[in-house]
């Protein structure tokens, strides 16, 4: 049960791979917009920490290094969740009839097209940190920690991944998926603290933040960059990122192995 | 062809009383029972929107059936697709192989979805292959083939698992005539060389006719015949005489003359032709016979003829006497937007 599992799995996710680095459109933006929020918002705001209530709020003298790991949440998002609009274009081609005729464990679908987000999104996530270290960024934990990042990004990826697959089983259209999308992501990002410290934000806010997962990954992360092994926010992030991963996985089978799909 | 010999009795698809209504009330299979025997082409024929490729993804598994029952090579669809899939191959009416992928590529994912082992699919991939005739393309992408190209390799993709029964969801569908006749040439190769069972839907009426054994004709969900080709025909029996009525002739005057052309006992049946339209078809033992008295009986109640032909009864024919419309190629669909929009300018004024 499940080698027929791993091999379906492998096979939908041979097939997403392909597509992606076939298309060098796709590629060239998936490293080029981190990069440009990198060199942009990082120029554009490190005179921030010249001022040196900023620096205290930051807990940082480099913007950049604040950033970083804002940048990389932010890419694993956007790279996440817009997932399920490969599900609807199976659909509309006719390629998902083609797996749901075949033998194929329908769970094995979601499963194979996350294990390619996540293997994009590493990639991705690399770049980022090579070019960060290439503009001056030196992270608390060195190597080991940017490793452990990468792990909290693909955790992350698989929950944004993971919702947009569950929605694509209900909206049959791409354009209403990028509306739901867009709708979802705007406030998760402006509500966190991946681009602003919680301290910088009005208390109504801080709230918010408190609740919003996107601050969960990007707490840990951020601890690894600018404190150290911070030990409790390492375990609240990955508890929280996993407890979410539970929920959307639960959801997934529930959606591919229980609904007709088509 | 309808009594092919090669045709042992061995029922590979059964189906029983298959009802399917979607949400919103619209039933769009209606009681439908048929059985489909092993190594036989049998084709369903029927304008757009009739049902067929909604009992067709019933049959793959694909959608589940309000009621009723059916059954692949013995297994029930609904309570076990599993084992179904393994038996069937489908090929649904878009052309669903992946653009971006190499033609190799798609049938080597799709013998991955199978679970075929490495050695073994590289040899039934130049198998499918070299029966669809792609070796030369096989490493080019997708988007690079020509429509027929595709519809091929998307045969071919149905066919790497050697299922026992290959369902072709309108196959020639959007291709052009020369393809067409092409395609039609490998599926009934594929009978031959494989001796596969295959179970195709199709609105081209000439389709049906060259390459099924048997076809089942369905009209708004219900099916309404399975028969062959041949005896589809037989059945309609000597000529056909299609005419339509001097227009300038009123509502009462047209059924007048109708009536009367009935009365006439060599003229079994009349149908109207795409209704609105005025043309009518009667279906007559001998057709030169009959045409004195057709002439006579319409001059007896003063009405006159605005064209004549006589022909022999195609599958067209046939069909439009199951149905009481006539099934010309694409153009059914537009036909009965018409047909409805005119009898929704009459319920107005």
Redesign the interface.
């Known amino acids: 049960m499940l080698s027929?599992y791993l091999?379906?799995t492998?096979?939908v996710c041979?097939?997403e791979l392909?597509?992606f680095f076939?298309?060098k459109t796709r590629i060239i933006m998936a490293l080029f917009q981190p990069l440009l929020w990198l060199v942009l918002m990082g120029n554009m705001m490190a005179g921030l920490t010249d001022n040196p209530y900023a620096a205290r709020l930051l807990g940082v003298d480099n913007y950049l290094l604040f950033m970083t790991p804002g940048v990389m949440v932010m890419s694993a998002l956007f790279g996440g969740v817009f997932n399920g609009v490969s599900l609807i274009w199976d659909r509309?081609?006719?390629?998902l009839?083609?797996?749901?005729?075949?033998?194929?464990p329908r769970f094995s679908i979601p499963l194979g097209k996350l294990a390619a987000i996540v293997l994009q999104i590493t990639l991705q996530m690399i770049i980022i940190l090579l070019v960060a270290r290439f503009l001056g960024v030196h992270m608390a934990t060195g190597l080991p920690g940017a490793l452990v990042m990468l792990v909290f990004c693909a955790l992350f990826a698989t929950v944004m991944g993971g919702i947009s697959l569950a929605l694509a089983t209900a909206i049959k259209t791409p354009e209403t998926l990028f509306t739901v999308v867009n709708f979802l992501t705007m406030p998760l990002i402006f509500s966190s603290n991946a681009i602003f410290p919680r301290e910088a934000m009005p208390s109504w806010l801080q709230i918010v933040a408190d609740y919003n997962p996107v601050s969960y990954t990007v707490l840990p992360m951020r601890s690894l960059a600018t404190s150290g092994w911070i030990w409790p926010d390492l375990l609240l992030g990955l508890g929280v990122l996993l407890l979410a991963n539970a929920a959307v996985f639960l959801l997934l089978f529930n959606r591919f192995e229980k609904t007709?799909l088509? | 062809m309808g009594n092919n010999p090669e045709i042992n009795k061995k029922i590979q698809v059964e189906v029983e009383n298959l009802s399917k209504t979607f949400p919103g009330g619209i039933r769009a299979v209606d009681e439908v029972s048929f059985r489909v025997y092993e190594g036989e082409i049998f084709g369903f024929l029927g304008p757009n929107g009739a049902g067929k490729s909604t009992i067709m993804m019933i049959l793959t598994t694909l959608l589940k059936p309000s009621s009723g029952k059916a059954f692949i090579n013995g297994i029930n669809v609904s309570a076990n697709p599993q084992q179904v899939r393994m038996n069937i191959g489908y090929v649904s009416q878009e052309l669903s192989v992946d653009d971006m992928l190499t033609g190799r590529e798609n049938l080597w994912l799709q013998g991955g979805f199978y679970g075929i082992p490495a050695e073994e699919r590289k040899a039934r991939i130049a198998e499918v292959l070299h029966l669809v005739g792609l070796e030369e393309r096989k490493n080019s992408k997708v988007e690079t083939y020509s429509g027929g190209m595709k519809k091929r390799l998307d045969i071919a993709a149905g066919l790497l698992h050697r299922p026992r029964i290959l369902f072709l969801d309108e196959p020639t569908l959007g291709l052009d005539i020369q393809t067409r006749s092409e395609i039609w040439r490998y599926i009934s190769g594929l009978r031959q060389k494989e001796g596969m069972t295959i179970f195709l839907t199709t609105h081209y009426m000439e389709e049906a006719d060259r390459i099924c054994d048997r076809i089942g004709i369905i009209d708004h969900g219900r099916l309404l015949t399975v028969e062959s080709p041949s005896n589809l025909k037989k059945e309609m029996g000597g000529d056909l005489i299609r005419f339509t009525l001097n227009s300038e002739m009123g509502d009462a005057q047209t059924e007048r003359a109708l009536e009367r052309l009935r009365s006439i006992p060599a003229i079994r049946k009349i149908v109207e032709v795409d209704g609105g339209k005025g043309e009518y078809s009667a279906l007559t033992a001998s057709g030169e016979e009959t045409l004195p008295l057709f002439f006579a009986a319409l001059q007896e109640t003063g009405s006159s003829v605005g064209r004549v032909t006589l022909k022999t009864p195609s599958l067209d024919d046939v069909f439009l006497s199951y149905t009481g419309r006539d099934l010309r190629e694409e153009k059914v669909h537009k036909d009965q937007g018409l047909q409805e929009r005119f009898t929704r300018r009459r319920l107005q004024s």
């Open positions: 027929i091999n379906s492998y096979y041979w097939r392909k597509r076939r298309q509309r081609l006719g390629f009839q083609k797996m749901l005729t075949s033998p194929l007709q088509i």
